[in-house]
């Protein structure tokens, strides 16, 4: 059931237009920085946006202009695991691993997950629990099942939530998930 839900979301994900995925973005971004979460952060976590994901580069590229520390993952295929590093600037990421925009490898300035205050995260489809399908890789709930007291929050367009998801043992659930429409607090 996962994967036919993945694949069938991750196909309407793609037929958005650029400018629709602009609108959408920009009004996720406003819900997303009029938060507590975001505006007590002094350190966030962004996953770095791709092929019409809800889009995160104006984002990271605001948050840096706002001072706050920005950190993006790499990823580390061989060990399938997610390495963090701060950003110090747009400049510094290059197509990697996925095609995913990630820091060059002289860039990395590796940071600890227990300094971040809040990590945003990617996901294919959401339900209102905070229960979430990603792409299959599981680099995400292998990162967050470390310690960890950052808030979580999913950023997705309307049509990917969900009435339920199934979930197993080692997913990790977000905590706020925020559409062009709505904030959906979790708890």
Known sequence: MKKQLREQIVKRRKSLTCPEVLKKSYLIQRRLFTTSWY???????FYVSYNNEVNTHDMIKETIRKEKKVIV???????RTLVLSKLESWDDLCPGSYSILEPMDHCLRHTALSSIDL???PGVVFDCEGNRIGHGGGYYD??????CHAHRIGLAYEFQIVKTIPSEPHDIKVEKIITEERTIDCS
Do not use: G, Y
């Open 73 to 79: 993952p790499k990823t580390d295929i061989e060990k």
């Open 142 to 147: 292998r990162l967050l099942q470390n310690k």
């Open 119 to 121: 990590c945003i995260i």
């Open 39 to 45: 505006q007590n952060a002094s350190c966030i976590l």
